[in-house]
């Protein structure tokens, strides 16, 4: 009897503070979303594996022409700002008072867990700092002729599967997906891979496990990003991240090798090296040197651990934007025959241009890929920004206050497909973006972020996107297609395309290639 009678308490009590958490934008007489569910806030449709947490967010922001709204992920309030002008205030402006993401990172317990993405305060600005260097003009044409011999490696593999006559059907975003972790295994951590003929090599085997589009990575992900408290204590439990734990034991061989043999090599762990053993990565672009210079201790600061934990954000930001990037704009100009020509004439005069050659400077002349591939990223960004409010914040022009540790959300899919922001959204566009006939509001345009926690990398994604799309265009035939839209998976944060990218191309006579 006491113990039905504690349960009941305990019942009750739970469900009044459950009640009482869902009226925090209420007792603030802020505008929130009037279609809440308890528990699962504006997720619904996530927490029942209808949607994916990308469209679930999607959609919050089509119920409202409000600027901004407080609703729930979860049981956790946050704010969701759908006024671009008000965003890059909040990502800009006012960066010191939303300087954080927000995400989970322990510094202490979990040295894997401090990578660029997830630091905060000093720690991210310092990194930054030291990082920056490595994505320079010059150390990205650098390790260019890299990404190109796995281009190649991409074509002579669609060489081998395609028939002689006629076209067939591939799924692009796979064999992209391969271009892109291979890229990333050879200029982020220094292998030597070739997947397209060892499928089962030691690296691909590993990252796979990483983008298995399941309900266990889909939870995980949504976790980082709206329990970091939660992830922390899995980890005290003993949680491991155990693709970055085997990152780490790749990178390890890889720099002892180097180290014992003298190696030299441009890349991005090579940089890496530098920056452990010198306290610096050198803004001298033909110094790649990696030598201790420093006096004792001084190179402990930038640790292994640390290398491996920038190795594996680069790897699940860069193999998924340079794949879907490239994948989707195939996908897009197969329905549009007009902007598959132009797209194919360009890559063929520019190349002739350069007797045939492909390089760093032929790839920066072909404008309207670049155009296409704005176009691309504005249809199919990652589908929101996260940031955490870090002190408390009057939101200009009202008397609403978002509290410190409250999470902001900037809706991006929802923005760029907003007819006030870009006409005829559904419609690939890439002319839209054209600088003599510009037709869109530019500071809704934000696929990389804004502001100093834009993304580091995004250069070296859109070299590596553009010539993944180049390699196509150049070796291939793209079939036209009807129109159709891509399926967006529910087991993902992102988007991810359910089904594939499914496409037909057929093989080039060399002569035209």
């Known amino acids: 009897m006491i113990a039905l009678l504690l349960f009941l308490v305990l019942g009750t009590t739970l469900y009044w503070l459950i009640r009482h958490q869902y009226t925090y934008w209420n007792r603030r007489n802020f505008p929130s979303d009037p279609d809440t569910t308890i528990p699962c806030g504006c997720l ?146 220094g292998l030597d891979i070739n997947s397209y003929e060892d499928p089962k090599n030691k690296f691909r085997c590993l990252v796979h ?114 794949s879907s990037a490239a994948a989707f704009t195939i996908f897009e100009l197969a329905q549009y025959p007009d902007l598959l020509a132009r797209a194919q004439n360009e890559v063929k005069e520019v190349l002739k241009r350069h007797n045939g050659q492909l390089n760093y400077d032929c790839l920066q002349e072909m404008t309207f890929l670049d155009l296409c591939l704005q176009e691309t990223n504005r249809k199919y960004p990652f589908p929101f920004l996260s940031r955490e409010c870090t002190q408390d914040y009057t939101l200009p022009g009202t008397k609403h206050v978002i509290e410190k540790g409250t999470p902001i959300v900037i809706p991006l899919l929802g923005i760029h497909r907003d007819a006030e922001h870009f006409p005829n959204p559904m419609t690939y566009d890439p002319d839209r973006f054209s600088p003599a006939n510009a037709n869109y509001s530019d500071h809704a345009y934000m696929p990389f972020g804004a502001g100093p926690r834009q993304c580091i990398a995004l250069r070296m994604g859109k070299i590596n996107s553009k010539l993944g799309l180049v390699k196509i265009l150049q070796n291939f035939n793209v079939e036209i297609m009807s129109k159709r839209e891509i399926i967006i998976d529910n087991h993902s944060v992102g988007i991810q395309p359910k089904g594939g990218v499914k496409i037909r191309i057929s093989k080039k006579p060399k002569s035209t290639n």
């Open 44 to 189: 619904k449709s996530v927490v029942k594996h209808e949607k994916s947490m990308g469209v679930a967010i999607y959609d919050a922001y089509l119920k409202t022409k409000s600027p901004f709204i407080g609703i729930y992920l979860l049981f956790r309030p946050a704010v969701l700002i759908r006024d671009p002008k008000l965003a890059r205030q909040i990502l800009i402006q006012d960066f010191s008072s939303f300087h954080d993401r927000g995400v989970y990172v322990d510094e202490k317990r979990d040295p894997l867990s401090c990578n660029l993405f997830s630091l905060r305060g000093q720690s991210w600005r310092s990194l930054r700092q030291k990082l920056t260097p490595s994505f320079s003009s010059g150390k990205l044409k650098a390790m260019f002729p890299t990404s190109d011999d796995i281009g190649n490696k991409m074509v002579e593999y669609l060489n081998r599967i395609l028939p002689e006559e006629g076209g067939a059907e591939v799924d692009i975003k796979d064999i992209l997906v391969t271009y892109a972790i291979d890229i990333i295994g050879s200029v982020i951590f």
């Open 209 to 322: 496990k990483a983008r298995r589009n399941n309900i266990i990575n889909a939870n995980i992900g949504m976790l980082i990003f709206l329990c970091p408290a939660l992830i922390k204590f899995m980890v005290l439990l003993g949680f491991k991240n155990n693709t970055a734990i085997g990152l780490r034991e790749i990178l390890k061989e890889t720099i002892e090798y180097r180290e014992k043999h003298n190696i030299v090599r441009k890349d991005m762990v090579q940089l890496m090296m530098q920056l452990r053993n010198t306290g610096k990565i050198n803004e001298d672009d033909d110094n790649w040197n990696a030598k201790v210079n420093t006096t004792v201790g001084e190179e402990k600061e930038f640790t292994l651990d640390h290398i491996a934990a920038q190795g594996f954000i680069f790897y699940i930001a860069g193999q998924e934007t340079t």
